[in-house]
């Protein structure tokens, strides 16, 4: 082998043995990357004070418990990032602090290091498979502690952003699925969300109820947007809220006309019934809101019970809505209908009479259909 040979794997080791080189001792207290709070327990004062002023050193904050019952106290009152614990104490050992710590739920995650003398290995090794993360032995090293202590900080920050992620991630789902709980009824969104790629029901005995203000037009003229926005937006709300109040099904706002059914998406035999209360509630919250107009308002309502055909239409924007010759009728029975009054069919009547006072309106001439026998519901028996 020549000389420049020999040279060469020569130099390859020599730049190695600098590349792993151990940190000087002086260089060991470099500020921490991000500084924490640190708990050091040791029933010796000297050590505290040691690890204290190394740990402080590199930016961290050090609180000192001399014992483990000071520890646990302190776990429970501060917001700490990392325990150095001593294994052999008085009183409550660390081995036994530790086992606390890590039977709680809300400290299971605190990293902790113990602290050792070299003839206790053997109970370090229980200690890390009771959870401990690390540990350093006496007397201590400056570049060991800085690298164990950095290495159990670095962990338990990555798992507070992993969790930070999560809880963030909860949250937009929660938001998300809040916004289509605003679209969708309830059960259509477990059915979506249980993966029903088309939501498609054919419905028996639903009550649907059309409202509509009268003469919107007119008074639409003589406001401004804002004002117009702001009436119809709390007349509305009202609505959806006894809507929800009386469990019936809000399906559409269209202008100023309001559609909401009974009896769906899920079955109830009292449908025609919570429309009903519905219907008079509306009334009455149109008389409330019309203390604080200018021009009073009044609405026509319209209700009729029957078949329908229901389902989820739309991708980009997901709309629940409901189809056939039931809403057809419902519709006219509101355009048919009376000012400050709630006009039905036979069909609903028959599911109302028992309980509600209403009264033949006669037969009326229904534009696309028979003359039909309608009637008006004034309230309750």
């Known amino acids: ?97 530790l086992t606390r710590l890590k039977a709680d739920p809300r400290h299971r995650d605190l990293p902790v290091i113990m602290i050792s003398a070299l003839s ?96 919107f037009t007119q008074i639409a003229s003589k406001m401004t947007a804002a004002n117009l926005v702001r009436m119809l937006n709390g007349l509305f709300s009202e609505f959806d809220r006894l809507a929800i109040e009386h469990g019936v099904e809000k399906i559409k706002t269209v202008g100023d006309n309001y559609m909401l059914a009974g009896g769906l998406p899920d079955p109830r035999p009292d449908h025609a019934r919570a429309v009903a209360e519905m219907a008079l509630a509306m009334l009455a919250a149109v008389e409330r809101s019309n203390r604080d107009l200018p021009v009073p308002l009044q609405m026509r309502i319209g209700i009729h019970t029957g078949d329908v055909v229901a389902g989820v239409i739309g991708t980009h924007k997901f709309v629940y809505d409901i189809w056939g010759d039931t809403v057809n009728i419902a519709s006219r029975m509101e355009s048919h209908g009376m000012r400050g009054r709630i006009h039905v069919s036979a069909d609903t009547h028959r599911h109302l009479e028992e309980h509600f006072r209403l009264e033949p309106r006669g037969v009326v001439e229904i534009k696309g259909k028979d003359p039909m026998e309608t009637f008006l519901l004034i309230g309750r028996r």
Do not use: W
């Open 120 to 215: 206790e290995l053997d109970s370090i090794v229980r200690c890390i498979e009771a959870g401990a993360d690390d540990y350093l032995a006496k007397p201590f090293d400056p570049t060991l502690l800085r690298a164990r202590v950095g290495s159990s900080l670095d962990k338990k920050h990555l798992r507070d952003r992993e969790r930070e992620m999560v809880e963030a991630l909860r949250m937009e789902k929660e938001r998300s699925e809040q916004l289509l709980l605003n679209i969708l009824p309830q059960a259509i969104v477990t059915r979506l969300n249980g993966g029903e790629a088309v939501i498609a029901d054919q419905l028996r005995d639903v009550t649907i109820l059309f409202a509509d203000i009268v003469g």
């Open 1 to 97: 082998m020549s000389g420049n040979e020999s040279a060469a794997p020569a130099g390859m080791v020599e730049s190695l043995l600098q590349s792993v080189r151990a940190v000087r001792s002086d260089e060991a207290d470099l500020a921490a990357a991000v500084p924490s709070r640190i708990l050091v327990v040791d029933d010796n004062a000297s050590n505290r004070d040691l690890l204290a002023r190394r740990l402080e050193r590199q930016g961290h904050t050090v609180l000192q418990a001399e014992d483990g019952t000071r520890a646990l106290a302190m776990v429970e009152d501060e917001a700490l990032d990392l325990v150095l614990l001593d294994l052999m104490m008085p009183g409550v050992s660390g081995y036994e602090v």
